[in-house]
C-alpha cells in the first residue's frame, strides 16, 4: 500500500471519517473509525499531515496526533465547506477536509492549550450565568407587574421589588405568585453568588499569567478582557497585523463594496469586550477632560459616541495584538507621558 502523506479527519461524538491520499494526490485509505480506535489507528502510521475543522473537541484531539508525531492543522469549517462535493456527508466532508489542508493560501487554526481552553470555559460560563441573571430579573419584573407592581430600573429597583415578594403582608400577591416569586428569586441570588465566584477565578488566572498583566496596562483592557484574549488566541503571530486581528476580532466598519457585504462576524464575545473597555476611557475622558487624548478629542467632535468607540476598540485591538506579537509592555502615547 503507498504511504499516507496527508489525511481528512471529519471528528465526531463516535463515529469518525478518515480520508487519506499519498505523495500523488490519489486517494490511499476512505474509513469509519470508531472513537476507541483512532488513537491506535494513527499510533501505527508514519508522520504524516492531519487537517481537521476546528470545531468541538478539535483541540483536543490536535493536541494527541501531535503527541504522536504528526503535523496537525485546524481549519474554520467556512473555509473547508467550499471543497465539498454534491451531497454533504462524513466521507465528503473527511475528503474536502484533506483537500483545504494542502491549499498553500488556506488559513489556519493555532491549537490551544488545556490552560487557555479553561481559562475560556471560566469566561463562557460566566457569560452563560450573566445571561440567565438577565433572564431572571426580566422575569421577576414581568410576573410582578401583572399585579401592578413596577420598582426603578437598575440593581435597587430589583431589591425593591425582592423586599415585596419577602414580605407576607403585601396583599396585593397571591400566595401562589408569591411562591413562585421566591422561588426565581432564590435562584437570583444564587446566579449572582456564582458569578463573583468567577470573577474570582479569572483575577485569580490573571494573576497567575505575565501576558494578561502586561495587557492589563492598556486603558480600557481590565482582567476580563486580558484574560479572554490570552486564553483565546493560541498564536498571536497567526495573524499578519494588527488590522488582521482587529478585523478577526470583527471591530471593522460593514464592508459595502461590489463584493457584497460583511457584518456581524468575528469572535461576539472579545468585540463586546473591546467595546465595554472603549466606552470606559470615553466616559472617562468626557468627565476629566480629553486634553491628553487630542485623537480622541478629533473623533469626538466629528463623530457620535458609539462610532468614536468603535475606532477606539479597533486602535485597542491594535495595541493589545502587538504587545502580545512582540512580547513588549504598554507605552503611553507621547501626549500622555508629557
Known amino acids: 500500500m503507498q504511504a499516507i502523506t496527508t489525511i481528512g479527519l471529519d471528528i465526531a461524538k463516535s463515529v469518525f471519517q478518515v480520508h487519506g491520499i499519498g505523495a500523488d494526490g490519489q486517494v490511499v485509505i476512505r474509513r469509519q473509525l470508531k472513537r476507541r480506535y483512532v488513537l491506535a489507528f494513527f499510533q501505527k502510521l508514519p508522520p504524516c499531515l492531519v487537517g481537521i475543522e476546528a470545531c468541538a473537541s478539535s483541540h483536543h484531539w490536535s493536541r494527541e496526533l501531535k503527541a504522536l508525531g504528526h503535523t496537525v492543522r485546524l481549519m474554520p469549517p467556512a473555509y473547508v465547506k467550499p471543497y465539498v462535493k454534491r451531497q454533504k456527508n462524513d466521507a465528503a466532508d473527511a475528503e474536502a477536509i484533506c483537500e483545504a489542508v494542502s491549499r498553500a493560501n ?190 480622541l478629542t478629533a473623533l469626538l467632535v466629528r463623530r457620535p459616541t458609539k462610532v468614536a468607540a468603535i475606532a477606539l476598540a479597533n486602535k485597542i485591538a491594535r495595541m493589545a495584538w502587538a504587545m502580545m506579537a512582540k512580547g513588549e509592555s504598554y507605552k503611553e502615547p507621547v501626549a500622555l507621558a508629557a
Not at 426580566?138 to 429597583?157: C, D, Q, S, T
Open 106 to 295: 488556506m488559513r489556519f487554526v493555532a491549537s490551544k492549550t488545556p490552560e487557555q481552553q479553561s481559562c475560556l470555559m471560566l469566561h463562557r460560563t460566566r457569560h452563560l450565568f450573566i445571561r440567565q441573571q438577565t433572564s431572571m430579573i426580566n422575569a421577576i419584573r414581568a410576573h410582578l407587574a401583572e399585579f401592578g407592581i413596577v420598582a426603578p430600573v437598575g440593581r435597587k429597583g430589583v431589591e425593591e421589588l425582592l423586599d415585596v415578594v419577602a414580605d407576607s403582608n403585601d396583599e396585593r400577591l397571591p400566595e401562589v405568585a408569591r411562591a413562585c416569586l421566591v422561588a426565581l428569586g432564590a435562584q437570583l441570588r444564587s446566579l449572582k453568588a456564582q458569578i463573583l465566584a468567577f470573577d474570582r477565578q479569572i483575577i485569580a488566572w490573571h494573576r497567575s499569567n505575565t501576558t494578561s498583566m502586561r495587557l492589563d496596562a492598556i486603558p480600557g483592557v481590565g482582567p476580563a478582557l486580558s484574560t479572554a484574549l490570552v486564553a483565546s488566541i493560541a498564536d498571536p503571530k497567526a495573524f499578519r497585523s494588527g488590522r488582521n486581528f482587529s478585523a478577526w476580532v470583527g471591530l471593522v466598519p460593514k464592508q459595502h463594496s461590489s463584493g457584497g457585504s460583511i457584518s456581524k462576524q468575528g469572535d461576539r464575545y472579545l468585540r463586546s469586550l473591546f467595546m465595554a473597555g472603549a466606552l470606559a476611557v470615553i466616559r472617562y475622558a468626557k468627565i476629566h477632560g480629553t486634553k491628553h487624548r487630542p485623537w
